[in-house]
């Protein structure tokens, strides 16, 4: 009884660990949760994001991001702004998944 106790627990903290990586792009500003900008320099960036190819590749919050095909599955939706002013979020699309990272740690609470 206390096991399973225990693994019921481990399974709510990891998929806590996980939240807002699943991300859904919209169509229109109001239905966002976050605007996004990308920049074209990672320095700009406040969250420098890879796009991973499997959801079970989304651990944390640090910017591995896996690009849901319907709304209901994501954690997070964003809309793709045309201007840096609009954005909620400046982010940039890296190569490689070492180098996912938050820039301004001060926004993380946006993917929370």
Do not use: E, G, P, R
């Given at each position: 009884?206390?096991?399973r106790i225990q693994i019921i627990v481990l399974?709510?903290?990891v998929s806590k660990l996980a939240v807002a990586q699943k991300i859904f792009s919209v169509y229109y500003a109001i239905q966002a949760d976050i605007k996004v900008f990308v920049v074209d320099y990672q320095?700009?960036?406040d969250l420098c994001v890879y796009k991973v190819n499997y959801e079970?590749?989304?651990i944390g919050n640090q910017g591995l991001w896996y690009f849901v095909d319907y709304k209901s599955q994501s954690d997070k939706t964003i809309f793709f702004v045309d201007y840096k002013s609009q954005a909620d979020l400046l982010i940039y699309f890296v190569d490689y998944q070492n180098q996912a990272k938050w820039n301004k740690?001060?926004?993380i609470h946006l993917l929370h």
């Open positions: 009884m206390v096991l399974i709510f903290l320095s700009q960036a079970s590749q989304t740690k001060s926004k």
